[in-house]
Nanobody, 126 residues
């Protein structure tokens, strides 16, 4: 059995940065497409970014394009989400998710993903 664990969330002032990490145990993340999502209270889960397996493509939502960057560190079996120029509306619980389909491409719809982490809270406030 494997699990995905997110870390790196916290409280940050507007304009600040955070780097979220999605670490896997029991599975090699590079073989799978990984997505980052968030959910704020009272709102639907929103797809932010994803990265395909191996040297696969990356996708960003309009809400984070130019501010967030997704990347892999295969030596650490980790996928990162670097978040810059954070805004109060970025406040949410952030999740990483894995598509078990060995796809080099990826999408931002939650139903494409089979496994989810428990989430990490990001709060942007002064």
């Amino acid at each position: 059995q494997f699990q995905l664990v997110e870390s790196g969330g916290g409280l940050v002032q507007p304009g600040g940065s955070l780097r979220l990490a999605c670490v896997a145990s029991g599975i090699t993340l590079d073989h799978f497409a990984i997505g980052w999502f968030r959910q704020a209270p009272g709102k639907e889960r929103e797809g932010l970014s994803c990265i395909g397996s191996s040297a696969g493509s990356t996708v960003y939502s309009d809400s984070v394009k130019g501010r967030f960057t997704i990347s892999r560190d295969n030596a650490k079996n980790t996928v990162y989400l670097q978040m810059n120029s954070l805004k109060p509306e970025d406040t949410a619980v952030y999740y990483c998710a894995m598509d078990r389909g060995y796809a080099s491409t990826c999408g931002l719809s939650f139903y494409e993903y089979d496994y989810w982490g428990q989430g990490t809270q990001v709060t942007v406030s002064s």
